[in-house]
């Protein structure tokens, strides 16, 4: 059984040459290979089903043959084209079926895609264009940024039907978060955004977003913690144990006195660099000292004792 081109080209056999040009340029812009980086070979098999149902349904010689004798009987050769007097039948003057090249097709109705594959118009005819950008937040706690995570986001989208109308669709996409990416990172799906008559679907764009910590903050690479410490600890020292973003626990002794407004840094313990992989930046532990809010007099007392036998 030979290739139904009505039914490819999703048109009835009363179609007139103005809905087969319609049909064509809707279906021919959704399947370009161009248009479809992820399943190119399929878009690319159906592109030039459609260039082919065509080429045949708008050439009126063409689509005659091809209704009396279908696929088989237009390529085979065997049957000539009719004229006013004769019928069809009889061989020896046979119809050579040249199918016309699919991009030169899509070219006389687009004029090709701006620094595509297509070929180029020189300066003739239209360009495909793309609908509008869709973008959305991806909100991202720092412990996703840090360990890298994978979430399944669902979307809703406008797409256009076999007839041209637009529908509602839903879908479920699978985005890999990688460790060390920043606020505004972009994550792109192409042709995923919505679709509109008379341009190619437009791209669906994530942008992570980072939720405040109650711990942390962040500073590029570099992670910051607020620690707050008594006069007695800064002066006499403390164990501090803080837990990762990664559920590890570190254990730092200060030895040394704490002033106000004091820094400590430790290496490689901040956010992981997305593009230095095994390389971290650093956390920096910043101390707020809280003195006591009243001393008695023998608590004076006893501080200058201590502290001028310090100072001698």
Same mark, same amino acid.
């Given at each position: ?6 039914? =490819?080209? !999703?048109?009835? !056999? ?8 319609? +049909? ?15 399943? #190119? ?23 005659? =043959? ?6 088989? &009987? ?8 009719? +004229? %006013?007097?004769?019928?069809?039948? &009889?061989?020896?003057?046979? /119809?050579?079926?040249? %199918? ?76 890999? *978060?990688?460790? $060390? ?6 994550? #792109? ?15 669906? *764009? ?7 910590? %109650? ?27 803080? #837990? #990762?973003?990664? $559920? ?9 006195? =704490? ?13 992981? =660099? +997305? ?15 809280? /003195? %006591? ?20």
């Amino acid at each position: 059984m030979g290739v139904d081109y009505y039914n =490819i080209l !999703k048109v009835s !056999k009363n179609a007139t040459e103005e809905d087969v040009k319609k +049909s064509y340029k809707r279906l021919a812009m959704k399947w370009h290979p161009d248009k479809n980086a992820v399943n #190119t070979k399929e878009a690319e098999a159906k592109f030039k089903q459609i260039s082919e149902a065509y080429d045949v349904l708008s050439d009126p010689q063409k689509r005659q =043959i091809y209704d009396v004798y279908g696929e088989e &009987g237009l390529k085979s050769g065997l049957y000539p084209p009719p +004229s %006013p007097k004769e019928s069809y039948g &009889g061989g020896g003057r046979g /119809f050579k079926f040249s %199918p016309r090249d699919a991009e030169d097709i899509f070219e006389e109705f687009f004029g090709g895609f701006d620094g595509g594959k297509g070929k180029s118009s020189g300066g003739g005819g239209g360009r495909v264009k793309k609908a509008a950008v869709m973008e959305t937040k991806l909100p991202c706690s720092l412990e996703e940024l840090y360990k890298g995570s994978r979430r399944k986001m669902k979307i809703s989208r406008i797409v256009l039907d076999d007839s041209g109308k637009p529908i509602t669709v839903e879908e479920v996409l699978a985005i890999h *978060i990688k460790p $060390g990416w920043k606020k505004g990172t972009k994550i #792109t799906f192409p042709e995923k955004g919505n679709h509109e008559a008379g341009s190619a679907p437009g791209d669906l *764009i994530f942008v992570v977003d980072e939720k405040a910590h %109650p711990i942390f903050r962040r500073d590029g690479n570099d992670l910051i913690i607020t620690q707050k410490i008594s006069l007695l600890d800064a002066l006499t020292g403390k164990t501090l144990n803080i #837990t #990762t973003l990664d $559920g590890r626990d570190l254990s730092l002794t200060l030895s040394n006195i =704490i002033k106000p407004g004091h820094e400590m840094v430790i290496e490689n313990e901040g956010m992981p =660099i +997305s593009k230095e992989p095994g390389k971290n930046g650093n956390l920096r532990i910043k101390f707020d000292v809280k /003195f %006591p809010s009243r001393l008695t007099a023998d608590q004076k007392s006893d501080l200058r004792r201590v502290l001028s036998r310090r100072a001698n």
